[in-house]
């Protein structure tokens, strides 16, 4: 079983020859050649490109669709002093291409100013007034970065007004292209630009490459975080940018990026893509999401140390505000999240929410969950919601909402994320129109998100050197992951929770009698730490890494998926019952004792319920449950083989709960109800009461024994009770002990709580699986 529900795909077998041909032509290990073949390189040297591109691998930005008219017209317009205007974006890939055309124009000496729009006053993309006050101001040529290509009317507007408009962009093109002085996109139609990918970013350092007519090296730090910030595929020219980008910023002299990076405690040798994607990326998108992405630009272009200081430390204090908003608007959602989740959409909308972060909480949700999720703010007025969607697995999110689309004001997106403006009125027909066509399109929901292997390894091959000669497949990112291997077979020698809440787990690994252990770290998800216990035997994919502390530097597994060989067993076995073992969501619970059955139905989440063990097991029905908890001890082992033979997916925590244990009163044996029946038939007749159990005393025997005794008799008819007084009956009938329903039932429970309560875990397990 998968505990994140991916499946497993190696990826198809590459062809060996060629590994072997490569790998001897080239010098490069065999393990990192058939890495780069399953990424489509075929020959020596595509191989030496893709290890060591160079600013040669650069294409001519000449072949970008009206790329010389751009040039021409900026020329024309430095040459003659006009007033030029650089309308950007207010994120990572808008604030990097706005940079990097507002140095290039001022380095050729042109009158140059920018403009980053604001999310919530401007949206996205150029807007007629906002284009109308800049020709106001005196421009007469407005170039966009990272936006425009769907802006037809705003660019009307300005054309038609004496302003020329170059247009720059990357985004999905329309069926109509505005009608711009110059389109510059590397998907025009008109054009076969090798590289269709580009970022904004990229765009705009093709625009400064021919615009200053050599490699603009010093701006290639700005494309890269341009380039790996918007998630474009890292292929191709791409890969280049982002490649030599990232060298570049380990010795960059922009004082803002040094200072930034310092706030960050990033050591410039370890600076690569996960330093721009998950530190210098998401502040910088911080400003566009909370206000205003002007200092962005400020910081990249500065030369005061103390501007740059300040406006780090302004960027650190909105990222941390993201932060915290975006944990406050997940905390408000969390119960609503509770009561839709029997849907297979969640659609949570309120009002309040911040517009700009509900992107990124909707992500957190579907993380959480594992449903697709709308997240929306509803407006001040009450009349609108707007936000924003994330999928998951195989579910088109983009098709669900076209689905829906006649009850949308305006929604876009793709596969696996979307944004949408709606009537607050509408949404209810907006949910079951959702619904719906989850219903039509179940087998999509119901698909599990592919993790694709690269190599499944042995743990001898996993060394540092190895891990060391996969940073030359870098910069991973869209299209060039990192590579994901798994060891199969694998025991977990020993696991451990770290934080301050225990939410990672950290495991160290073995193979079977091997003494090397391989270290793996799985970040949020110390749940699983409980099905994990020594010597269990898994199947693990991740990533690797090199772990650096106190000198040494060790090989270690970040954890993608655990594959669990067998059923999940969790171990919950106790002898007094607390609140966790009472609040498993979605939960089958199973008991035999009828007041126990009766306690649970109130006392467990309401999305779980309670089953007799017995009825199950005659059932032999899968439940739709996520895990089934068996609640106490069995009575029966018969049923309970055939309870382990049933071939049930789900998690089973096991409590089985003993009130009365057979192992600490233990069973009377022959001896003992020989010395009852004598002590009995000596004294002709006893008085059946409370004083009765001086008896077991005398005869030193344990009282709970001494009572199983006597019900044994009853059950067989060896006394009766007659006035009160016990005694031996006149024609006691011949019955073996061992034919005592009670004494066989105590012997399974003895049984059974040897084997459930009073043994290691392993052994339980190891009985379980021979079942």
Known sequence: MSFANYAWKLKENVDEELVTSLSSESGVSRNLVRLCVERGI????????????????????????????????????????ELIHIYGDYDADGITSTTILYETLEMLGAQVSYYLPNRFTDGYGPNTPAFQRVIEEGHTLIITVDCGIAAHEPIRYAMENGCDVILTDHHEIPSEIPEAYAVVHPRHPEANYPCGDLSGAGVAFKLAHALLGEFPEEMVELAAI?????????????????????????QTQRIGLVSLLEKLSVKMDKLDEKTIGFQIGPRLNALGRLGDATPGVQLLTTFDDEEAQSIVDFMQSENERRQAIVNQIVEEATPIIQEQMNQPILVLAQPGWHEGVLGIVASRIVEQTGKPTLVLGISDDGLTAKGSGRSFGEFNLYDALTSVKDHLLKFGGHHMAAGLTVETIMLPTIIDGLEQYAKDHQDLLDAKATLTIDEVLPLKDITVEWIESLASLKPFGTDNPEPIVSLEGIQVASTQLLGADKKHLKLHLKEDNSTYTLQAMAFSKGEWAASLQPDTKISIAGTLEINEWQNNRLPQLMVKDIAVKGRIVIDWRTSKITKDHLDVENALYLASNEVYLKELQTRIPSNSSVMDFSSFVSSNEIPTANAIVLFDLPEKVEEVETFFKMEFPQKLYIIAYTKNSVVTTGIPDKSKFGSVYKYIQSHGQLPYNEKLVSVANFLKIPVEQFRVILKVFFELEFVKIENGYLFIHTNPKTNDLEESVLLKKLKEQLLLEKKFNYSQFQELKNWIESQ
Do not use: C, W, Y
């Open 226 to 250: 341009g380039t790996i910030a918007d998630l474009v595929s890292l292929t191709d020219e791409n890969r280049t940018i982002a490649k030599l980008g990232i060298a570049q910023m380990k």
């Open 42 to 81: 075929q020959t020596a040297e595509e191989l030496q490109e893709f290890l060591s591109p160079t600013p040669h691998l650069i294409h001519d930005p000449f072949l970008l669709h009206d790329m010389d008219k751009a040039v021409g017209r900026i020329q024309e317009a430095i040459e003659n002093g």
